[in-house]
């Protein structure tokens, strides 16, 4: 193996090292973990950096002249360039322990197969079930949840002989996958979307914010059935009846469910015994969940279920992690040029910006839910404008309004930009599966349902802001 191969595989290692560390970190609250973490997602940054793509590169570059300038505007300047490495190398972490369950959860045969049956149901329910099963999917597999059942979708489509229904179809199916999981953002305590919500806003817990965010999550999920179900594309000639799929509806998703009553019970009762905030206790019971289902799944015949569990670990660490190096270097760089960017932006905000406290609060949150998706159609990820913006704002507390209200609203106008923005993941790989431009797939296909869902879930904050 070439040496530059080896220290690609090696460099997995160091985001790993940040999940640990942050974990020890979410406990203790200790600086020496912190620090750790820090210096590990610094060196990640330097090795996955080395043969990076212009794009990436821009990224870093970014970071390097803010903190120039931090430097030279700010007495304080150590202290905001610490926190925005602590907030990537949170994300850094976070992502880790995600991405370790999806590689759990592709290679079980029950999961493939629950997904299967999913792509599987006849034309009355196939929207349904499909954008339920993107949801669930989503909880665990993030992306993968698009991998996974859009590629079973473009399986089923491609025995159809007709072109015309074909390519309907798997509009259809891949809207139904994209949409489900997108309105995960709205609520998962281990989305990208909550945790850095939660933490940037004053006040502001998960457990306060699930319910209404819940609400807006049902609300995209029946909004884009209701769309689909209303603006139903019409063909020339009827499709032939499909014969749905063997097995109840329990017995072939009961691998998701038992997954997901894993992970949340261990997350409850992690968080009742030690107090942990919900984050740090999902970030424990996930990566758990992801060895010891990779043991339960088994190993080839002649060797050591617990050296191939051992293996699998060691080839996710430096193969699967070490090949994600493009995505840890911009999800750390995103958070880190929000959070630095807001540091040196709010004392300039409070000399010579507007007044945010003089417009009727409510404004402000419902400006959210547009403003996210607006500046992800000018290719900001989520992470650096929410990271970037939510510093700028006055607290909940200034203007009177509950932070749950105003974490809808911002988790809402995420999931809304993760259904149209072209340079979110999401989109690029419903494109992708689709053989259409990640434009078409993000504003053409989606347009429509985002804006109609944009009136609905600014409706939704105005009611929430008078009911709390």
């Known amino acids: 193996m070439p040496l530059d191969a080896r220290f690609a595989g090696l460099a997995g290692v160091l985001p790993a090292g940040v999940m640990l560390a942050m974990i020890a970190y979410e406990y203790t609250g200790h600086p020496v973990a912190a620090a750790i973490a820090g210096a590990l997602s610094l060196g990640a940054v330097a090795a996955f950096g080395i043969k990076a793509p ?8 970014v970071g390097l002249i803010l903190t120039v300038w931090a430097a030279a505007t700010r007495s304080d300047w150590l202290a905001g360039v610490g926190t925005a490495i602590l907030r990537g190398s949170f994300i850094v972490a976070l992502f880790t322990a995600l991405t370790a369950i999806r590689n759990a959860a592709m290679s079980s045969r029950e999961i493939v197969a629950c997904g299967r049956f999913l792509a599987r149901q006849p034309p009355g329910l196939r929207y349904l079930a ?39 179809r798997l509009r259809r199916m891949l809207l139904a996958v994209h949409r489900g999981f997108a ?22 817990t998960w457990t306060e914010a699930a319910i209404p965010c819940v609400v807006s999550a049902a609300m995209m999920l029946l909004g884009g059935w209701a769309i689909d179900t209303i603006f139903k594309p019409r063909v020339s000639r009827t499709p032939p009846a499909q014969v749905p799929p063997e097995g109840g509806w329990f017995e072939n998703l009961r691998p998701l469910l038992l997954l997901l009553l894993a992970i949340g019970t261990g997350t409850a009762v992690l968080r009742w015994a030690t107090g942990v905030e919900v984050i740090g206790a999902v970030m424990s019971v996930v990566p758990a969940v992801a060895v010891l289902w990779i043991f339960l799944q088994g190993s080839p015949i002649g060797i050591n279920r617990g050296a191939y569990t051992a293996s699998r670990v060691a080839d996710f660490v430096t193969g699967e992690l070490a090949a994600y190096r493009g995505e840890i270097l911009l999800l750390f760089m995103a958070a880190f040029i929000g959070s630095l960017g807001a540091f040196v932006l709010v004392p300039l905000m409070a000399d010579h910006g507007p007044d945010l406290t003089a417009p009727p609060a409510v ?34 507390a200034e203007i009177g309004l509950h932070p749950a209200v105003l974490v809808t609203a911002i988790t809402g106008g995420w999931a809304l930009s993760g259904n149209t ?48």
Request: net charge positive; aromatic share 8%.
């Open 421 to 468: 923005s072209p340079f979110t993941a999401s989109v690029l790989l419903v494109g992708a599966l689709g053989k259409v431009r990640p434009v078409h797939a993000g504003l053409v296909w989606n347009g429509a349902y985002a804006l109609i869902l944009g009136v609905a879930l600014s409706l939704w904050v105005l009611a929430l802001s008078l009911m709390l």
């Open 363 to 396: 404004l402000i949150a419902i400006a959210m839910v547009w403003l996210i998706p607006l500046t992800g159609q000018l290719g900001m990820n989520p992470i650096l404008s929410v990271s970037l913006l939510i510093p700028l704002l006055p607290t909940p």
């Open 130 to 168: 499909l954008t339920m099963g993107g949801h669930f999917f989503g909880l665990v597999l993030l992306y993968g949840s698009i991998s996974l059942l859009g590629g079973l979708a473009a399986e089923s489509v491609a025995r159809e002989r007709d072109p015309e229904i074909g390519r309907i």
């Open 183 to 204: 309105a995960t953002l709205c609520w998962s305590p281990i989305a990208f979307s909550m945790a850095i919500t939660t933490t940037l806003i004053p006040g502001a």
């Open 54 to 61: 212009p794009s990436r590169t821009l990224f870093i570059l």
